[in-house]
Structures are given as C-alpha cells and as structure tokens.
C-alpha cells in the first residue's frame, strides 16, 4: 500500500446491507455506512440522540473515564441550539483577518524552522506543535501556553498502549479546572472568561458547564487536526504534481481542503444512542442501543462521489461529512479549515517537494473493519523550494 493511500474498509458492507457491527467495552456499535442513513439519522435526535451518558457517543466510549458532559456536543436540542448560539460566534472568529495574518504567521514560521531538517517527526515536531499554538488564537490565550499542550503528547485521552487512559485524561481535566479557578480569580479575555461571563436560559454558565465546552475544545480538534496535517503531507510526498498544481491555482486551495477532509475523514464516526425501538435499513435497533454515523464511510460512498477513492484537488461538488452533519456539525470546523488552508498555501510557497523517510500507520480496529486513520509515526524531510 502506498503510504498515501486511505483505502475503504467499507465498500463491500456498505453496499450489501449498509451496516457494520463492533464491539466496544461490552456496548456494541451499529455502524450507518450509506452516506444518505448517515445524514437522515443525524437529522432525527430525538430517536438518535446525543444527550446520553457523558461519553457513550464517542467511540471508543469514554464512560469510564470522563463524567462532565461535553457542550454543546453531548447536549440535544432545544438546549444544544442555546449552547451553540452562545459559542458559535466566538468560534467564527477564524474567518476575521486579523485572526488568520497570525495563524499564517505562526505557520509559515513553523515550516521555516523545520524546512530541510533532516528526519523530521512529522507528528510530535510539527503537526503537534502547529496544533497547538493555533490552539492559543482559537481560546485567545498567550502563545507561550501551547508549550504546556505540547508537552501533553499526541494524544489526550490515549497513550501508547491503552485505548483510553483515565490518567492521562485527569491531566487535562485538572488542568482546565485549574484555568476556570484563575480566571475567576482574574478575568481575562480568553474563551473561559468569555463563558464564565455568559447566560443561557438567563442563568450564568456553571463551572461544569465551561469544563464541558473547555474539554470539547481541546479535546476535539487535537488528533483530527493532527491526522489532516501529517496526512496531508504524506499525499504530497508521493504527488509531487498536486502540490505543483496548487502552486499554480491556489484559487483551488479551498477545494483542495474540502477533499482532504472528505479522503481522510480524520474522525471515523460518532455514536448516537437509540431511544426506542425502531428501523435503520432493513435493521432493528433496539431502544438504549448505540449506532454510529460513519462518516468516513459515507465520504466513500460512490452514490454520492464519483471516483470516491480518488483525491480530486478541485473536486466541485463536495457534500462530504467529514465535519459531521447537521445541529451537531463541527463546531471547530471554521478553525481547522483556516488551519488546512493557510498550511496547504505555505507549503505551496515554502516547500519544492517532501519524502517520507519512515513511517508507522495508525490503523484503527472496528469489529469486521481496520481502517487507515493515519500514522502513529512519520518521518519526513521538507525541502525548500
Ligand atoms: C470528543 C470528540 C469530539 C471526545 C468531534 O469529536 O473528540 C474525541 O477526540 C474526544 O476524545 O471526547 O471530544
């Protein structure tokens, strides 16, 4: 297999019964692999909801390690529409000039200090790093902060050899709490002074409730954003001609950003838990049941995508679900686009090509399906144009 290569674990299930079972933790997943069952079960939370057990839609599921429900994420309409006015602004703030001249900054100086460095760790030395000083824009907090992040690793609720792993996570958690209890203390102008200030329902936000919105934040774009940044560089390592293509129409870098998203899928799926018995395809599902929308799946579908398995830079219509889908669409997605965008653009102007000098692929295990999400390891050099 190339190393640029996503293959579709899915095909075959999705075209013969549109379904796939794994197991988690004795809590079992149905997962909705058609690109239309995806975006219609989305649509319907009252039977699908999100608004369970802190942690039971994420899969794997982090019940056992995280009992603050994430906002707006685990909360289900009419609430979840409260939380996501109240947040969805401060969220935008991507699209503003001045906040996209600093993240260009930030990476265009990333990628000039790593540029012709021999073996560089593509995940830890840089996709880790440009994470998490764009992480400091997006909570407008100082810049020295995303030293603290980086030390955390990769992974925040994962190590090396467990799935999930509740100390690490109690670092994060301790560490937000930490943060709310300062900026009580001394307000600021960074998103936790934002929340702790704000109302929902005439009611000013508890400290669970700015814990909830804190750790989504942190939490959530971390291995996705990672995931899209060394895997980005992978693809160009092997077409050297799409980067050149850029070079030349970067009025396609928005397109080129959208297939990414929508080839890679950073994050598989996302649980729903099912309310009362009903039918999804030919397929009962029983109430206090969990199914899954696969979004890397319907991304694949060839109902939807000609050449599914194709990276097509200036693909035009795109209607992936790599953002997920409806209410519930990703929040940071005005972040991670500018972040992919801005990053394609430097790379375009700083890098003439890029090899992959070693590598380790992350393969996620799903019951019946192993899919490629990424690497545990990649070792590259960028070489200056
Ligand atoms: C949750 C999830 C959100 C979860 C959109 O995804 O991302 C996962 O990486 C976290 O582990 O807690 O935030």
């Given at each position: 297999m190339k190393r640029s290569e996503f293959p579709d674990p899915f095909e075959n299930a999705r075209e013969a019964t549109g379904?796939?079972?794994?197991?988690?933790?004795?809590?079992?997943?149905?997962?909705?692999?058609?690109?239309?069952?995806?975006?219609?079960?989305?649509?319907?939370?009252?039977t699908f909801q999100s608004g369970a057990a802190p942690?039971?839609?994420?899969?794997?599921?982090?019940?056992?390690?995280?009992?603050?429900?994430?906002?707006?994420?685990?909360v289900d309409p009419p609430m979840h529409k409260e939380y996501r006015s109240l947040v969805e602004p401060w969220f935008k703030r991507p699209l503003q000039e001045?906040?996209?001249?600093?993240l260009s900054?930030?990476?265009?100086?990333?990628?000039?200090?790593?540029?012709?460095?021999?073996?560089?760790?593509?995940?830890?030395?840089?996709?880790?790093?440009?994470?998490?000083?764009?992480?400091?824009?997006?909570?407008?907090?100082?810049?020295?902060?995303?030293?603290?992040?980086?030390?955390?690793?990769?992974?925040?609720?994962?190590?090396?050899?467990?799935?999930?792993?509740?100390?690490?996570?109690?670092?994060?958690?301790?560490?937000?709490?930490?943060?709310?209890?300062?900026?009580?203390?001394?307000?600021?102008?960074d998103l936790y002074s934002v929340l702790l200030n704000s109302e929902v329902n005439g009611k000013k936000?508890?400290?669970?409730?700015?814990?909830?919105?804190?750790?989504?934040?942190?939490?959530?774009?971390?291995?996705?954003?990672?995931?899209?940044?060394?895997?980005?560089?992978?693809?160009?390592?092997e077409h050297p001609k799409s980067l050149d293509k850029l070079r030349e129409?970067?009025?396609i870098i928005g397109n080129a950003?959208?297939?990414?998203?929508?080839?890679?899928?950073?994050?598989?799926?996302?649980?729903?838990?099912?309310?009362?018995?009903?039918?999804?395809?030919?397929?009962?599902?029983?109430?206090?049941?969990?199914?899954?929308?696969?979004?890397?799946?319907?991304?694949?579908?060839?109902?939807?995508?000609?050449n599914a398995n194709e990276v097509v830079l200036d693909r035009k219509v795109n209607p992936h679900v790599g953002f997920g889908f409806s209410h519930h669409n990703c929040l940071g997605a005005t972040h991670a686009r500018q972040i992919m965008r801005i990053f394609i653009a430097a790379l375009t102007e700083k890098v003439g090509a890029i090899e992959v000098l070693d590598f380790k692929e992350n393969i996620e295990e799903l019951g019946e399906f192993k899919r490629k999400v990424g690497f545990d390891m990649l070792k590259v050099k960028m070489y200056s144009k």
């Open positions: 379904l796939g079972q794994m197991d988690d933790q004795n809590d079992p997943v149905t997962m909705l692999l058609r690109h239309k069952d995806v975006r219609k079960t989305a649509h319907n939370w009252k942690g039971r839609i994420v899969i794997p599921s982090e019940v056992h390690i995280r009992d603050t429900r994430q906002i707006p994420f685990e001045t906040y996209k001249d600093k900054k930030q990476i265009n100086d990333l990628i000039d200090s790593v540029v012709d460095q021999d073996n560089l760790d593509a995940i830890g030395d840089f996709a880790l790093v440009l994470q998490s000083r764009a992480l400091t824009l997006l909570l407008n907090i100082p810049y020295e902060e995303s030293e603290t992040w980086i030390s955390w690793g990769t992974h925040v609720f994962r190590s090396e050899d467990t799935a999930l792993d509740g100390d690490k996570a109690s670092i994060l958690y301790d560490y937000i709490d930490g943060e709310i209890d300062k900026a009580i203390a001394n307000p600021r102008e936000l508890t400290k669970e409730e700015v814990k909830g919105v804190m750790i989504l934040t942190f939490a959530g774009g971390r291995d996705t954003v990672i995931n899209a940044i060394t895997n980005t560089l992978a693809y160009f390592a129409e970067p009025e950003t959208e297939e990414f998203i929508r080839y890679f899928s950073p994050l598989t799926q996302m649980g729903r838990v099912v309310t009362e018995d009903t039918h999804v395809c030919e397929y009962a599902a029983k109430a206090d049941t969990r199914v899954s929308l696969c979004w890397a799946s319907a991304n694949r579908d060839e109902k939807v995508f000609e």
